[in-house]
Nanobody, 114 residues
Framework: QVQLVESGGGLVQPGGSLRLSCAAS????????MSWYRQAPRKERELVAHITSGGSMTSYADSVKGRFTISRDNVKNTVYLQMSSLKPEDTAVYYC???????WGQGTQVTVSS
């Protein structure tokens, strides 16, 4: 069965950095584009970053452009989100998702606070 396991979240001060990981299994990872989403309290889930199946193309929400970097390792079946210059408004639960699949992981909490 499809599994997506996010990790790497935590509490970080404004201006700090975190690296999120999402380990995927149960499908042919290298054939699917992958995305990171986030959901803050009382807000809708939003797309943060997207990467094509081979990793050659990426795109970002305007709110994170220049601060976040999505990447993937098709040998390890893992997608990453490197987050830097974090702001309090980046506080949310972060999820990964494979394009065209309906499965979600449990998410990982990121809290940016002094």
């Amino acid at each position: 069965q499809v599994q997506l396991v996010e990790s790497g979240g935590g509490l970080v001060q404004p201006g700090g950095s975190l690296r999120l990981s999402c380990a995927a299994s149960g499908f042919t990872f290298s054939s699917y584009a992958m995305s990171w989403y986030r959901q803050a309290p009382r807000k809708e889930r939003e797309l943060v970053a997207h990467i094509t199946s081979g990793g050659s193309m990426t795109s970002y929400a305007d709110s994170v452009k220049g601060r976040f970097t999505i990447s993937r390792d098709n040998v390890k079946n893992t997608v990453y989100l490197q987050m830097s210059s974090l702001k309090p408004e980046d506080t949310a639960v972060y999820y990964c998702k494979a394009s065209r699949l309906v499965y979600w992981g449990q998410g990982t909490q990121v809290t940016v606070s002094s």
